[in-house]
């Protein structure tokens, strides 16, 4: 995880230049999750409240993350909040949002599975962009090139739909944080959902279930599916050996109807 600055110690030329769009902050209450950005604010002003991120200019690998989520940005509409502002100023790169109150959903539960359906669906049409990196690249080192091939697509995917991503409230849900986005077929972000269900304590045959209403995923080729969990499971191996990955890897093996349980 990145580590994470306060508001107050971000150089005054660059909340000068947030403020000068937001307009002056009232509060600025830090929001702990992410991974990438290096602050992450929730900013109150007298024109309402945004969410601002962003990473230092010299974070290459940052302020890559932060150009797509700009590039896409204007593709997935009223999935996400709507982005304002990007500021570059004071050795800063700084996203505005809109801020959008809700809660992280909670997977095992039917209403909030339902309102994640709802908005997963709302871009599963969604063309990726030029530009946008393969996800089929992503397993160049442990997949070969048929099995590669299986993995290429056009449509844009979010790829790391964790509750952390998935805000619930007033009735509908909003996926946010769009830095790992790729090109590839439709139905990964839905079995990447499904896992995510499962890590929720639902039952894989539950989760299969809420999978199957999503096209996409009832049209996924077995052996491209196939070829996914190897890719993920082998990866995920690779960084904490065998036994750490069992479980997790017992989750992506149950998308292909295999046993979820595990010692």
């Known amino acids: 995880m990145t580590p994470r600055i306060d508001w107050p110690d971000l150089p005054a030329v660059a909340r000068t230049a947030v403020e000068a769009r937001t307009g002056a902050a009232l509060a600025?209450?830090?929001i702990a999750d992410g991974l990438t950005c290096a602050v992450a604010v929730r900013l109150v002003t007298g024109d309402g409240a945004f969410f601002v991120k962003g990473v230092p200019v010299e974070d290459g690998r940052g302020r890559e993350a932060q150009r797509w989520e700009v590039t896409v940005s204007p593709l997935v509409g009223p999935a996400s909040p709507v982005l304002?502002?990007?500021?570059v100023a004071g050795g800063?790169?700084?996203?505005?949002?809109?801020?959008v109150d809700g809660e992280h959903a909670d997977l095992s539960r039917p209403s909030n599975r339902a309102l994640v359906a709802r908005v997963l669906r709302s871009v599963q049409g969604v063309a990726a962009?030029?530009?946008?990196?393969?996800?089929a690249a992503r397993?160049?080192?442990?997949l070969d090139a048929e099995q590669l091939a299986l993995l290429s697509g056009s449509a844009l995917l979010h790829t790391d739909t964790n509750p952390h991503n998935l805000l619930t409230g007033a009735g509908r849900a909003w996926l946010v944080d769009w830095a790992m986005?790729?090109?590839?077929?439709?139905?990964?972000d839905v079995a990447y959902t499904a896992v995510r269900l499962m890590e929720a304590d639902v039952a894989a045959r539950e989760a299969l279930d809420w999978a199957a209403q999503f096209p996409s995923w009832r049209a996924a080729d077995r052996v491209a599916v196939e070829a996914f969990v190897a890719g993920v499971c082998r990866q995920w191996e690779s960084v904490v050996g065998a036994a750490g990955a069992r479980r997790s890897n017992a989750r992506f093996a149950a998308?292909?109807?295999?046993?979820?349980?595990?010692?």
Do not use: K, N, Y
Request: hydrophobic share 60%; aromatic share 14%; proline share 14%.
């Open 28 to 30: 600025a209450e830090p």
């Open 84 to 87: 304002r502002w990007q500021v």
């Open 92 to 99: 800063w790169d700084l996203l505005v949002f809109d801020h």
């Open 129 to 135: 962009p030029a530009g946008v990196p393969s996800f």
């Open 139 to 142: 397993f160049a080192d442990v």
């Open 181 to 188: 986005t790729a090109a590839g077929p439709a139905w990964v």
């Open 255 to 263: 998308l292909l109807g295999a046993p979820v349980a595990v010692p």
